[in-house]
C-alpha cells in the first residue's frame, strides 16, 4: 500500500506511532486490514521511544487481573517480539533477561522467599523467583549478600522496537507516515497529550502525564541480567549501552528536557553497580508518560465518537501490556466487538 491510496481503501486509520498504536496497527494487518498509522513525529517519537525498556512483572502478591494479564505478556511476549523481528528483518532488542534486585535486610529476604513460594503457585511453573547468593558477575551491592532473581523479567530496546515494528507493519502492506488523512475506523492511542486531550473532551481529569529522564551510559556488559534497585531500572542493551532510568515527576515544565534530577540517578546507579562506575554517559532521554486515574492502560470507545476507539494510558508497563491489549482495541475498532477485561476498561474510569 502507497502514500497516495485512497481512502475507501482503508479500514483503520491509527493515530500515534507508539507501542500502543504500532502494535494494534500490526495486530489489524495481520488480520488483512488495511491500515494507516499517523503520527507527526514518526514511530516512537513520544515515551515509546525511551531508552530503558524493561519489562518487569509486579511482586507475586495480591494477586489481581492486572497481575495475571501482565504474566500472561510476559510470557506471550517470547514468541510475540522473534516473530515481529521476523516480519521486519529488524531485531526489536527483545530478550528474556531475567532481573536481579539487592536484599536490604532480614525482613526483605522473609519477603522475598514468601514470594518465591507464591510464585511457583501464580507463575504456574513457567517462571521463577528466586533468593540466591550467587548473582553472577553483573550485580548491584546487596548488604545481606543475598539477591532475588526473577525469571519471568524481560527487556527490549525501545527505538530498535519502534522502528522494527513500522517495518513489520509497512512490510505486511499498511502504511506509517507523520501526516495523513484519517479513514475508516479510528484508534486514538495518542500518548499524554492525547489522553489529557480526550479527559478534557469529556469534561473528567481521569489522565496525567508523569515525566520520566533517563539516562545511556557505556559499558560492554554481554548478556547479563536487569538490575532493579532503589527504585532505578538498569539494562543492558548490547554493545557499549547501558540504560538507567527513570524519575517519576507529576509537576514539570520542560516535557522533553534533562535537568539536574537525572544527574542524581546517575549518581545513585553508579553508587549501586561497581561495574557503572567510571562508565561515561554518553545519551540523555526525557519524556512523558500517559498515567490513566487507574494506573493501568485503559482501551474503550471513545463516548459519543461512533468509530473512534482509544488505548492508552501505559505509564511505566505499556511495553508488556500494548501487545496483548491490541486483540481487544482492533475488535472494537473493526468489529464492534467488546471484549476489554474488567481491569482495562475505559469505562471503568469514566463515570
Known sequence: ????????????????????????????????????VIDPRGPGGGASGGVVGALAPHAPENWNEVKAFQRDCLLAARTYWPEVAAAAGKDPGFRASGRLQPIADAAAEARA???????HELWQGHAEWQVTDAPGAFAPTSPTGLWVYDTLSAQLDPPRTMAALAQAIRAAGGEVMTEGVEAGAVLHATGWEGLNDFAQAIGQPIARGVKGQAAVLKADLGCVPQVFVDGLHIVAHGPGRVAIGSTSENAFEAPEVVDDQLDAVIAQARAAMPALA?????????????????????????PGRPGHVVANGGFKIGFALAPGLAPFAVDLALEGRDSVPKAFRLDGIVS
Open 113 to 119: 522467599r514468601a514470594r518465591a513460594t507464591s510464585a
Open 278 to 302: 567510571d562508565a561515561p554517559v554518553i545519551a540523555r532521554w526525557a519524556g512523558v508518560r500517559a498515567r490513566a486515574r487507574s494506573r493501568a492502560p485503559v482501551v474503550g470507545e471513545w
Open 1 to 36: 500500500m502507497t502514500e497516495g491510496a485512497g481512502l475507501a481503501t482503508i479500514d483503520l486509520t491509527v493515530r500515534g506511532a507508539g507501542v500502543f498504536g504500532l502494535t494494534a496497527a500490526w495486530e489489524a494487518v495481520r488480520r488483512g486490514a488495511r491500515v494507516r
